[in-house]
């Protein structure tokens, strides 16, 4: 199974979750979360990873437009948005972007964005806010790839793995302080993601 650690702040996190095993690492670009990085900073830190690192661009851009210019900027290699509609979401996919969608974990967002993007991320709630819900509910079979974010941690995550999606994401469940990932947090909920 794969693991996205999102919600990346600094270059040393991103080092450590690198080589512990990240298959992806998430980075906020949304004005008044905690998280947020500004582009620049985002591209700083893509430039010390390694080529086998998939970087993706967490944000929720108003046009299709400002979608791809973040991404330009980004130095990342995915762009998951949390916004736009399934035309755009199908536009910047045709454009040679690589996509996730954000949608909540029900079948009729699921079936209006399953076509649109090359993974869907299903997440409860606010997005980013760590709330965990009822994983079983989450219509991994609605698309080719699924993604189950949404307060996932070392304590829980079997519950996540029991719905046998493609990916988990984990952001705040591999955190001791806001903001600063636990190298202990992230080699345990990896390894028992890839048991």
């Known amino acids: 199974m794969k693991v996205k650690v999102c919600g990346i702040t600094s270059a040393e996190d991103a080092a450590v979750c690198e080589d512990l ?29 390694g080529p086998m690192t998939t ?14 210019d973040m991404f330009l900027k980004s130095g990342t290699d995915v762009l998951q948005i949390h916004s736009l509609g399934p035309k755009d979401t199908l536009s910047l996919r045709d454009e040679g972007i690589c996509l996730i969608r954000a949608v909540k974990p029900t079948q009729t967002e ?20 760590g709330s965990a819900y009822d994983y079983s509910r ?6 080719r790839r699924s993604i189950i974010a949404g307060g996932l941690t070392i304590d829980n995550i079997h519950k996540a793995i029991a719905v046998k999606p493609y990916a988990l994401d984990v952001s705040s469940g591999v955190e001791r302080l ?3 990932k636990d190298p202990g ?11």
């Open 110 to 129: 699921a079936s209006m964005y399953a076509e649109c993007a090359d993974a869907l991320l299903f997440e409860a709630g606010v997005p980013g806010t």
């Open 178 to 180: 806001p903001g600063k």
């Open 21 to 49: 095993g990240a298959d992806a690492l998430g980075f906020v670009h949304v004005s008044g979360r905690f998280r947020n990085v500004p582009l620049d900073r985002i591209a700083d830190i893509c430039s010390t990873l």
């Open 55 to 68: 970087k993706v661009l967490v944000c929720n851009p108003q046009s299709r437009e400002e979608a791809a």
């Open 138 to 143: 989450v219509p991994v079979n609605a698309c």
């Open 185 to 195: 947090l992230v080699a345990a909920f990896i390894e028992r993601c890839r048991r």
